[in-house]
């Protein structure tokens, strides 16, 4: 079982829309977790950081729940400038290593 | 956006020959790392550098060697290359660790390009 799964789409979406994506972690000792977004061919670049209370920026919202191992990211009124690739990242309470997950692929269509 | 730039940004080379790649920040932060990222699987990191002369193997080191002989500049070398290293190849930075709670923030470099025939 890989240490970060997530669904590799794509989510093909409307602009405007609501979508969720999910991420789910093997190890209960995981302590930090992240969303990176990564356009084509390009950096990956930090999203957002999850708080275990759930956390918003603007259009984004991330939530953990530790007790399935999951973390999610909801975009609302989907831009165009949304498309691209997220990354669920996962640290553990020791070690400098972020683990990332192969990511979600969002596309937003006119 | 942070002051990483990574050099050459593409390279076409053949399997045997020696190959390095360098990492240049002037963020003077001190954690540097190298990571490869392929179809199918997530960023991987190849070596990681948590100062100068200090370095640590990834997750998938093998084939791979890193200096770091100065804060700013953080080389990865692959001394005989074989067509499984064609990849794209990310630094990143970070001011301090990534050991949580207090991870901090990665940023990556524009990444680099290798094809190895």
């Known amino acids: 079982r890989k240490e970060v799964e997530q669904d590799p789409g794509p989510f093909n979406v409307p602009e405007g829309a609501t979508v969720a994506f999910n991420c789910t972690y093997s190890?209960?000792?995981?302590?930090?977790f992240f969303w990176y977004r990564q356009d084509c061919r390009k950096e990956p670049k930090l999203l957002m950081s999850?708080?275990?209370s759930g956390n918003e920026d603007g259009r984004f919202t991330a939530q953990l729940n530790r007790a399935s191992q999951y973390i999610s990211l909801l975009i609302r009124d989907s831009k165009l400038s949304d498309s691209a690739t997220y990354l669920c990242?996962?640290?553990?309470?020791?070690?400098?290593?972020?683990?990332f997950g192969t990511g979600t692929r969002l596309a937003v269509r006119p | 956006d942070a002051g990483i730039t990574q050099s050459p940004r593409h390279k076409v080379t053949e399997t045997g020959t020696p190959v390095t790649l360098r990492c240049h920040q002037t963020?003077?932060?001190?954690?540097m790392y190298w990571y490869r990222q392929d179809p199918g699987h997530g960023l991987r990191l190849i070596h990681y550098?948590?100062?100068?002369?200090?370095?640590d193997k990834g997750e998938v080191s093998d084939g791979y060697s890193v200096s770091r002989s100065k804060t700013e500049d953080f080389l990865l070398t692959l001394e005989s290359a074989t067509s499984s290293q064609t990849s794209v190849y990310f630094c990143?930075?970070?001011?301090?660790?990534?050991?949580?709670?207090?991870?901090?923030?990665?940023?990556f470099g524009p990444g680099t390009r290798l094809t190895v025939l």
């Open positions: 999850v708080y275990s």
């Open positions: 990242v996962v640290t553990l309470s020791s070690g400098d290593k972020l683990t």
């Open positions: 190890n209960s000792a995981s302590q930090s």
């Open positions: 963020e003077n932060h001190r954690y």
């Open positions: 990143a930075i970070s001011e301090s660790g990534l050991a949580a709670p207090f991870a901090d923030t990665q940023y």
């Open positions: 550098s948590y100062g100068v002369k200090d370095t």
